[in-house]
């Protein structure tokens, strides 16, 4: 059974710093790219970040650049997202997925498998 299964979400001020993880279970890690989207309330799900198999290659949204992570553990199946200087615009429910590729890309229906997401609201 596949499962993609996030945490580290939560409640941060403006200018704090939270890190997501993402523990993959049922599939062979490392066969797989991953990435980050999101999704806020009335939007679309965007992409934010993506890590290729072997975690040589990463690529970000212009709006979280300088400012989020992404990496992965194959060893232990897992792949984080690092998020600093957090803004009220990067609240949203963020999700992990897989795509059985050596690369990422920035569409949502390339991805293979779904994490249900994990709420980040940045507020004061």
């Known amino acids: 059974q596949v499962d993609l299964v996030e945490s580290g979400g939560g409640l941060v001020q403006p200018g704090g710093s939270l890190r997501l993880s993402c523990a993959a279970s049922?599939?062979?890690?490392?066969?797989?790219?991953m990435g980050w989207f999101r999704q806020a309330p009335g939007k679309e799900r965007e992409f934010v970040a993506g890590?290729?198999?072997?975690?040589?290659?990463?690529a970000y949204t212009n709006s979280v650049k300088g400012r989020f992570t992404i990496s992965r553990t194959n060893a232990k199946n897992t792949v984080y997202l690092q998020m600093n200087s957090l803004k009220p615009e990067d609240t949203a429910v963020y999700h992990c997925a897989a795509r059985l590729s050596l690369s990422y890309t920035r569409v949502a229906s390339d991805y293979n498998y779904w994490g249900q997401g994990t709420q980040v609201t940045v507020s004061s």
């Open positions: 890590i290729c198999r072997y975690g040589t290659y990463t």
């Open positions: 049922g599939f062979t890690f490392s066969n797989y790219s």
